[in-house]
């Protein structure tokens, strides 16, 4: 499942959100919508007014939300021979 994150620069719950993710060992992208503007005005225009703003999979919310974090799994390792 891809998640992306989108954040922007000296965000405190954006880095809460990312560091939660990281310490569950889920892997994410992120992107800094002060760095896209674009994708700003799309979250905008989804109805979200907060960042974080979290999309994984089918699931999206905004802000620093540790209960929906916690449902998330982390994708099992391929190894291979």
């Not at 225009?45 to 982390?74: C, H, K, Y």
Request: proline letters at 6%; glycine letters at 4%.
């Amino acid at each position: 499942m891809l998640i992306v994150i989108y954040t922007r620069n000296n965000c405190v719950q954006c880095h809460a959100t990312k560091k939660a993710m990281e310490s569950r060992g889920l892997d994410f992208e992120m992107v800094n919508v002060d760095l896209q503007p674009d994708q700003a005005d799309s979250l905008r225009a989804q109805g979200f007014r907060q960042l974080p703003v979290v999309v994984a999979g089918e699931t999206s919310w905004s802000g620093f939300r540790p209960d929906m974090i916690n449902r998330l799994r982390p994708e099992p390792q391929v190894v291979s021979a």
